[in-house]
């Protein structure tokens, strides 16, 4: 006679808490995106208040900032990826939020805007540091690479097909 084996099913109600669940390490996003027409309205001078204005926006998003740096017209910032937020919305938001500071701060009277569009490129936790490196590092990259190469190279890197009408 053969036995039979039964497998009780999970009993009903049974509740599942955070903590029941695997933790996976977040994965992270590098944010670039350029002032309108590729100007030059950066104030380096200034641009430490501009970090700092961002870092705020960002943790009111409950995301995390991880690194920012740019050069007079461009900017990198790696944040984590949250799930309370889609992209497109935290990228248009918070680029209007940063204009309308950079405008009004009266600390950067020649910017006029951030272009449209921006890339976001996605990295794993294993890959954090050496971004956050090479955000660091962006007045010495700049000086042997322009921008449009920079962002061509990452885009190729990334698979992702260069389209030329967004550089000027």
Do not use: C
């Not at 944010?31 to 943790?59: C, Q």
């Not at 740096?69 to 900017?75: A, C, P, Q, R, Y």
């Not at 309308?100 to 272009?115: D, E, H, R, T």
């Amino acid at each position: 006679m053969e036995s039979k084996q039964t497998v009780d099913p999970a009993p009903i109600g049974v509740e599942y808490k955070k903590e029941d669940y695997v933790k996976l390490p977040p994965d992270f996003v590098s944010l670039i995106f350029r002032t309108k027409d590729s100007r030059k309205t950066l104030n380096p001078e200034h641009v430490r208040e501009l970090y700092a204005y961002i870092m705020g926006y960002i943790k009111t998003k409950s995301w995390f900032l991880y690194r920012i740096n740019s050069m007079e017209d461009h900017l990198h910032l790696l944040s984590d990826l949250h799930p309370n937020l889609a992209l497109a919305n935290y990228m248009r938001d918070m680029k209007t939020s940063s204009s309308n500071w950079l405008k009004q701060s009266g600390k950067f009277p020649k910017f006029q805007g951030w272009a449209e569009g921006y890339a976001a490129l996605t990295y794993a936790w294993r890959d954090k540091d050496t971004i956050v490196n090479y955000i660091k590092k962006q007045q010495e990259h700049h000086k042997n690479v322009t921008f449009e190469e920079e962002l061509k190279s990452l885009l190729v890197e990334h698979g992702i097909e260069v389209d030329d009408s967004f550089f000027p």
